[in-house]
């Protein structure tokens, strides 16, 4: 039972790692959170739904589609709600209120588009694999793989190619950055789209994980990534990664050997019990612990 369990909490906290990756890199180069993230994260399982059951394409194109359609959203969300109020003296607090905004705007147009009903995730994943004491079913090793491909590229790309390095430059600091001839404005679009992208093909995957996509999905899981997202180290992609691995564990342990109203309780308790003992985070420096 202990590796079954295993496997489901590794296949439940790659999406969060997923969702958190989002927040995580509008956090490293803007320094805020973007409420709005779990909405898109919802809009982005719709899409991949209505791609599969309408047009009944395969469930590949379903997340392409679902991560234009997220890119698309980060793009708005940077010029309607955040680049107005970079030109601005404002308020740090600004950009979450308005962030904010935006959640309740999405969450009200897709009540108004897809209804308050949940609807059935079709899968043509129905196989599963027997290994010892352990069932995998073909859902959860396609949720593995893409998740885990999709954060092992990420890492590669940032390490490795130019337009990751600027990246990397912007989040260190944007005024040294732009004296050293990168186009912030640029790459400020890029990660947000690059960030709601990802969370919108982490929505497509819930989706098949748990067979069903409702408009007010983005709050609960919205939630879970920025709490992976303060588990991991703020800005951190690493405790990104791994925190959401560790959020997804706790969970499913919590309901396999403990009760399932609990579940909820014991991963955020665990994470109030990591931050008493290091407020930065697991993989957080303390330099990041009072933001940039």
Not at 2 to 29: D, H, K
Not at 46 to 66: D, E, P, Q, S
Request: hydrophobic fraction near 55%.
């Amino acid at each position: 039972m202990f590796w079954q369990q295993l496997v489901n909490g590794l296949t439940l906290g790659s999406t969060y790692s997923l969702i958190a990756l989002g927040y995580t890199l509008i956090m490293g180069v803007l320094n805020i959170v973007n409420m709005a993230h779990g909405e898109i994260f919802m809009f982005g399982a719709f899409v991949g739904l209505l791609l599969v059951t309408h047009l009944k394409v395969n469930i590949f194109v379903a997340m392409l589609g679902a991560a234009l359609t997220g890119a698309i959203l980060g793009i708005i969300l940077e010029r309607v709600a955040l680049r107005p109020l970079r030109r601005k003296a404002v308020s740090h607090l600004a950009p979450l209120i308005s962030t904010i905004g935006v959640s309740i705007f999405l969450e009200s147009v897709a009540l108004k588009l897809f209804g308050p009903q949940s609807r059935d995730f079709p899968s043509s994943f129905t196989a599963a694999f027997e290994f010892g004491p352990m069932r995998i079913s073909l859902v959860q090793i396609f949720i593995l793989a893409v998740s885990f491909s999709l954060m092992l590229v990420l890492r590669f790309w940032l390490a490795k190619t130019k337009i990751g390095k600027a990246l990397r430059a912007t989040a260190e600091n944007i005024e040294t950055a732009n004296l050293l001839g990168v186009n912030t404005n640029k790459i400020i679009v890029l990660t947000v789209s690059l960030a709601s992208a990802l969370g919108s093909v982490a929505g497509v995957l819930v989706g098949l994980s748990f067979n069903a996509v409702e408009p007010t999905m983005g709050i609960t899981m919205g939630l879970k990534g920025l709490a992976v997202l303060i588990l991991g180290g703020m800005g951190n992609i690493t405790g990104a990664m791994l925190g959401g691995l560790i959020l997804g564990i706790a969970e499913v342990f919590s309901v396999a050997y403990g009760n399932s109203s609990y579940r909820d309780a014991v991963a955020f308790g665990m994470i109030i019990v990591i931050l008493f003992i290091r407020p930065q985070g697991l993989f957080g420096s303390r330099d990041q612990q009072g933001g940039k």
